[in-house]
């Protein structure tokens, strides 16, 4: 079992930055990966990031390259979400999940997910 808890949401204006932490508890440390998702209302949930933690690995979706960024602490219990140039597009509820296997951008490839932060940014 891994246990995963979301925690940094809140609301900003354009252009502002926040920093999403989730952490990790249980068997963490036995998932290939950890991702970010979002989902805003209507929408499906979609990939954001994703980090390999044995090797540092990033990926990210076009959408947020360049502005957000992913890390873990060195004890890679707590997985990082630095968000950069926040746009009103961005806003949604952001998710932590584990990896089980299959494609880092599939949601149906993460199989334990915390229970999400809204991030809100207004224009």
């Known amino acids: 079992q891994v246990q995963l808890v979301e925690s940094g949401g809140g609301l900003v204006q354009a252009g502002d930055s926040l920093r999403l932490s989730c952490a990790a508890s249980?068997?963490?440390?036995?998932?290939?990966?950890m991702g970010w998702f979002r989902q805003a209302p209507g929408k499906e949930r979609e990939f954001v990031s994703a980090?390999?933690?044995?090797?540092?690995?990033?990926y990210y979706a076009d959408s947020v390259k360049g502005r957000f960024a992913i890390s873990t602490d060195n004890a890679k219990t707590t997985l990082y979400l630095q968000m950069n140039s926040l746009k009103p597009e961005d806003t949604a509820v952001y998710y932590c999940?584990?990896?089980?296997?299959?494609?880092?951008?599939?949601?149906?490839?993460?199989?334990?997910w915390g229970q999400g932060t809204q991030v809100t940014v207004s224009s």
């Open positions: 980090i390999i933690p044995t090797t540092g690995r990033t």
């Open positions: 999940a584990a990896h089980n296997g299959g494609s880092i951008y599939s949601a149906s490839s993460y199989n334990y």
């Open positions: 249980g068997r963490s440390s036995s998932s290939y990966a």
